[in-house]
C-alpha cells in the first residue's frame, strides 16, 4: 500500500517529462495533494541509472527556519559525498547552517558577505557534479524556506547556459501552495524557458480499475467501480479507502464515509491505534521536521521503550515510515485531529526540549507561540530575529522584531519591548537609501 508495485495512468505525463528532459529543460511536476508526484518523480528519476540523484525534499515546519530545507539537504549531499574535497573556504561558509563542520565566519554585513556564502553552495555542487552527470530534485517546494529558495535559485543560475557541467533539475509542488516568494521566482523560471510545468491530473477511472487489480481488491466489480468514483481519481485516497476496507475485516465494502475526503480516511484509521501510538503520533506531528524517537520520548516526557513500542505500532498501521510520516497528509490530519489543550501543551514541551537540544531560535520561538506562551516566545524571538540580522535577512528580522513587541507588550515587558523598538528604528535607519 505505502508503494504499489506498478505506476499507472501517467503515459501522457511521463511522455512531458521524457520532451522536456531532451530538451535540457528543468522539470516543474504540481498536482493536488495525494496525486503521487513524489512516485512519479521517483519513478523517473530510477530510469535514468547513469545520474547520480540528489534527492531533497521540503518538510513542514521549514518555513519557520532560515535555511531549514538547504541545511538538511547539504547535510545529506556532504553524508553521500565523504571524500567530497571542499576547499577550507566552503567549508567555513557552510559552517553558518552546518555548525558540527566547524567555526562560522563573522555575522554577514554586506550583500558580497551573502554571496560568498551562496557561492560555497555552488561550489558543493560543482564539485559533486564533476563526478558525473547529476540531477538535482527537490519535492514539496511548497514546504521551503525562503532563505532556501533564494540560495537554490542562485546556485541553479550559475549553471545556466554551462554547457560543461551535467546538471539536471526536478521539482515537485502542490498547486496553489506556494508562498509569493516561492511563486513569482518560479514565474520568471518558467518566462526563462529553462523549466517546464507538467500538471499531475488525477487518475483516469481504467487506471483507478488498474491499480485497485495490482492492490488485489476482492468484491467484484461493484465494489471496484464505487471505489474508483468516490475517490476521483487522487491516489492517495485510493490508497487509504483500500486500507480502511482491508482493517475492517470479514466482507470487504467500501467505506460508507468515503465521500467526505482523504483526510477522513486516515482519521478511521488514527481511531484504531492505540492511547500510547496515537500521542506519539501527536508528538512527532507537533515537532513537524527533523524529528526523532528521542525527541519525541523527551516531548511526552515518557521512556524510550514506550515510544518504541509505539512507534513500531505506528510503523505498522503505515502511519509512519522509519522517522517520518507515510505522507504528509498524514501528518497534518494528525496534527488537525489533535484537540486544542494536547496540542498547546505538546508545542510548549517540544520548545523546551528543542531549546536544550541547541535548536534554531526562531523554531524554538514558534513553538512557545503555538503554545500561546508569549513571555516564553519573547526573548527567543529576539533571538531569531538577531540570528536574521546576523544573515542578512532584514525582512525576516523586522517581522520578527514586530511579533516579539507584540508579545513583550500583551505580557507587560516593558524593558524589552523598547528594545524591540530600538531594533526596529536600527533597521529602518539601516535599510532607508542615503539622500
Known sequence: MLRPPTLVGRAAVWAQMEDAWAQGLGIMIEGDPGS???????????????????????RPGDADVPYATHARNYRQTLAANPDLPLPAWVVRELARMLPELGEAPPPMTTEADKRR??????????????RGPVIICTDDVQFMDEPSIEAGAY???????????????????RTGALPPYSAALLDSMYAAGVVVPIHLPPLEEPAVRELLAELGLQGGDGVVSQVARATQGNVQFVLETVKAMYERGGDVQPPAGAKSGIAEMIGERLTRLSPGALQAARAAAVLRRDFTLELVTQTLGTGLLDTVTAWEELEAAQVVAGEAFSHDLVLETVLAGTP????????????????????????????????????????????AAQAAVDSLRLTEARELYVRAEAACTQTGEAAMAATCRQALQDLAARTVPAS
Open 36 to 58: 503521487g508526484k513524489s512516485r512519479l518523480a521517483q519513478d523517473f528519476l530510477r530510469s535514468r541509472g547513469d545520474h547520480q540523484i540528489l534527492y531533497f525534499q521540503g
Open 117 to 130: 556564502f551562496y557561492e560555497a553552495k555552488y561550489e558543493v555542487v560543482r564539485l559533486v557534479a564533476e
Open 340 to 383: 486544542p489543550t494536547i496540542r498547546r501543551a505538546l508545542h510548549r514541551s517540544a520548545a523546551r526540549v528543542l531549546a536544550s537540544a541547541g535548536a534554531h531560535p526562531a523554531r524554538v520561538a514558534a513553538h512557545w507561540e503555538d503554545g500561546e506562551d508569549q513571555r516564553q516566545a519573547a526573548p527567543w524571538l529576539l533571538r
Open 155 to 173: 546556485v541553479g543560475s550559475r549553471f545556466w547556459g554551462d554547457t560543461n557541467t551535467m546538471l539536471r533539475c526536478l521539482y515537485c509542488h
